[in-house]
Structure formats: structure tokens, C-alpha cells
């Protein structure tokens, strides 16, 4: 009920009779009354006024199921929530979900997550109040060789969904992070469960440095915030918000072609790599070339000193000057 409240307050032009809610949802004014105050304890401005109702005014950094189901507009990403006040890590509880049989576009998100990972089993920080950390489980109809280019699809989603919800153009560094003013703001990790070589379910966790005011000193030249590059607060749920939207507008089209064909302008476009220098750590041998952007498979041009081009699919790329790569 609570979600539901919350949401007809959010779409009401104005006040929310009380005797409508307690016949609506056949409770009591009492109810209501201290469904309202929960409201208003997680940080949502209720205004009540005497034969007039409820109305909303003002919302503050709320991330909560209710604040979610209340929020989106997705045809099937999030439709369905597991949310966690704390949890070990949002791709856990995706992948857990997913072994469960939860459908396609099922959301897990956490306001602090105690053992969040990144790439290569790197520890992940994740506080409360801050950030956004969740992971989206996909039963996508694909090839399991497709299924890396889906940490592509969602950074593009996630760029997007960024600036729609708070204007700021960030970049995109091959192949899982974002990057403000030359320092990660966002990181990507997908994790894949197959069965008799087919793609049983894919989980792309997503993790977002929106309102920190500080990081560990040895994060400070790497790794910045939203807050901290223009001094604003941001709302979480609105983020998560617009993020879904776009992944289900780029996910649409890369499984009509289990390629980048179609994304492939729009990415190198957004590629922070592009026309960079950059420094190949392959387990071969460190090596370094201009970038010139992606391939439709998802795998990283590099052109060498002799002027022969080859494709980083795997190993990690560093850039000039995004992680003190000078």
C-alpha cells in the first residue's frame, strides 16, 4: 500500500483526499495517517491540510523498493525489485534470483553492498547513502559469445541515463567504466550462467559514484563523484530511472544483430579511448598504439607505431591520462 500511496501522490496535480485513500485501499484513516509518516521519515515532504488531503512537495534522496515501482516507466527493466538495505553484492543477489527463475528484467539494488567487486575481483566500495549500486538480471535469446558486448549496451545506457537525469556528459572507457574530467564515475561488470552452452541468464552489475564527498586517498586521483565534479546532490532513483530506459531502448537494438553494428557510431562517439594513446596490458606483453574505436564484435582497435592495426579482446586498457597513465 505504501507504494502504491506513494505513487498517486507523485501523479496527483494536487491534494490527495484521505477518505478517497481509506476507501481506495479499504483501511482505516489511521491507516493512512501512519502510512503518510513513514513517507515523510524516509524523507519525503507531505504537506496535510484539514478537509483537503495530502500533498506531495518535495522529495530527498530516497532509494527504497517504493521509491522505484513509484519512479519508473520501463516496459520490463525493474519491473520487478529485490531491494537490500545491505547485501554482499547486488550481482550475488541477481545471480541468485536468476538461478530462482526470476524473469527477465528483474532489478537488485543496494544502499550499501559489503562485498561489491569490479573487474578482475577488485574490490568495490560501496556506501550507504551515495551511491547506486545494483545489477540487472537479462534471460536474453543470444549467443553465450555475444553476451560480453552487454557491458557495451549498458554503458551506453549508462551514459545516457546519466544525462538525462542530472546533464552531465561523461565518457566512456573501454570496456566497463565511465569517466568525468578524466577520473571513473561508473563501473560495469557482467557475469554470465549457462547451461549446455546456452545463456541461461546474464547479470550486468552497475555501480555509480554519485553523492560521495570524499574517497579514500588512494582512489583520489582515479576515481571522482557527480557531487564532487559540480558541487551538486543528485536523487539516486531518478538515475536508475533513466539508466533503465535507455538499456531497454540499446538492448532492443543490439539483439536484433547480437552485434555493436548498429550502437557502433554512437559508441566511438562517447569513447574517451578515441585517438588516444593507449597502453595494452596483455599477458604477452605490454604494448601501446592509437585507439581508433571499437569493432561490431565489441573488441578495441589499436594501431601500433609500424602502422598495423590489431583487436584487444581481451586484457585492460589503459588511457592516457584517465588513470595517471602519463
Not at 550499501?112 to 536474453?140: E, F, H, K, Y
Not at 569513447?271 to 571499437?294: A, F, M, S, T, W
Not at 564484435?297 to 592516457?320: F, N, Y
Request: hydrophobic share 35%; net charge negative; proline share 2%.
Amino acid at each position: 500500500m505504501k507504494g502504491e500511496i506513494l505513487k498517486l501522490l507523485k501523479e496527483s496535480d494536487g491534494y490527495l483526499s484521505g477518505q478517497e485513500l481509506c476507501e481506495r485501499f479499504g483501511v482505516s484513516r489511521t491507516a493512512v495517517w501512519k502510512v503518510i509518516n513513514q513517507l515523510k521519515e524516509e524523507g519525503y515532504e507531505i504537506e496535510a491540510v484539514r478537509n483537503k488531503g495530502y500533498i506531495l512537495k518535495s522529495v530527498s534522496d530516497v532509494l527504497s523498493k517504493e521509491e522505484l515501482e513509484s519512479s519508473l516507466k520501463t516496459r520490463w527493466a525493474g519491473k520487478e525489485i529485490h531491494y537490500f538495505d545491505r547485501t554482499d553484492s547486488t550481482n550475488i543477489q541477481a545471480r541468485l534470483a536468476g538461478e530462482a527463475g526470476a524473469s527477465h528484467g528483474t532489478l537488485a539494488v543496494a544502499e550499501i553492498q559489503d562485498g561489491g567487486r569490479g573487474r578482475r575481483g577488485r574490490n568495490w566500495i560501496s556506501p550507504a547513502g551515495v551511491g547506486v549500486w545494483m545489477s540487472l538480471l537479462l534471460r536474453p535469446e543470444i549467443s553465450p559469445v555475444s553476451a560480453s558486448m552487454l557491458t557495451l549496451v549498458m554503458a551506453l545506457a549508462a551514459q545516457k541515463g546519466i544525462k538525462e537525469a542530472t546533464g552531465i556528459e561523461s565518457q566512456i572507457k573501454w570496456p566497463n567504466d565511465l569517466v568525468l574530467n578524466k577520473k571513473k564515475i561508473c563501473g560495469i561488470l557482467t557475469e554470465m550462467g549457462t547451461e549446455f552452452m546456452e545463456i541461461k541468464y546474464v547479470v550486468i552489475g552497475t555501480g555509480i559514484n554519485v553523492n560521495q564527498e570524499e574517497f579514500p586517498e588512494e582512489l583520489r586521483k582515479t576515481a571522482t563523484s557527480l557531487y564532487l565534479e559540480t558541487g551538486k546532490k543528485y536523487h539516486r532513483s531518478r538515475i536508475i530511472e533513466r539508466i533503465l530506459e535507455a538499456l531497454e531502448e540499446y538492448y532492443g537494438i543490439f539483439v536484433k544483430t547480437e552485434d555493436m553494428s548498429a550502437l557502433l557510431e554512437e559508441y566511438n562517439e562517447k569513447l574517451v579511448n578515441r585517438g588516444q594513446e593507449v597502453c595494452v596490458l596483455d599477458p604477452k606483453g605490454e604494448y601501446r598504439g592509437l585507439c581508433q574505436g571499437i569493432t561490431k564484435t565489441g573488441g578495441l582497435l589499436v594501431e601500433l607505431s609500424d602502422g598495423t592495426v590489431t583487436e584487444v579482446i581481451s586484457g585492460e586498457v589503459s588511457v592516457r591520462g584517465v588513470y595517471g597513465y602519463v
